[in-house]
């Protein structure tokens, strides 16, 4: 097992990917947004412990990862291994 990922269906951002994570939080009017907005705009579907742990850089399951760029506007490839996602994608 890899720090990567924790199984099969987990991933986690690389170190540049936690860089830009951390920049999308930021909005345009200076207003961060917090693991408690995206866990709203989640509609509460993925907790705000994976997200934080996702920020960390720790592996979630996959399908939670995409939810959790995806309100930040990103693309899961723009900040994981895109080898593993792939070995990921294809499984």
């Known amino acids: 097992m890899t720090s990567a990922r924790k ?3 987990s991933i986690s ?43 960390r850089g720790k592996a979630v399951d996959v399908e939670n990862a995409t939810s959790i760029v995806n309100v930040l506007g990103l693309e899961l490839e723009e900040v994981v291994d895109v080898a593993i996602y792939n070995e990921i994608a294809l499984g």
Request: aromatic share 8%.
């Open 13 to 55: 951002v690389t170190e540049t990917g936690k860089r830009k994570i951390r920049e999308a939080q930021k909005q345009s009017s200076g207003k961060r947004i917090t693991y408690e907005d995206i866990e709203e705009r989640l509609n509460f579907q993925v907790s705000r412990s994976t997200i934080e742990r996702f920020f």
């Open 7 to 9: 199984s099969r269906r």
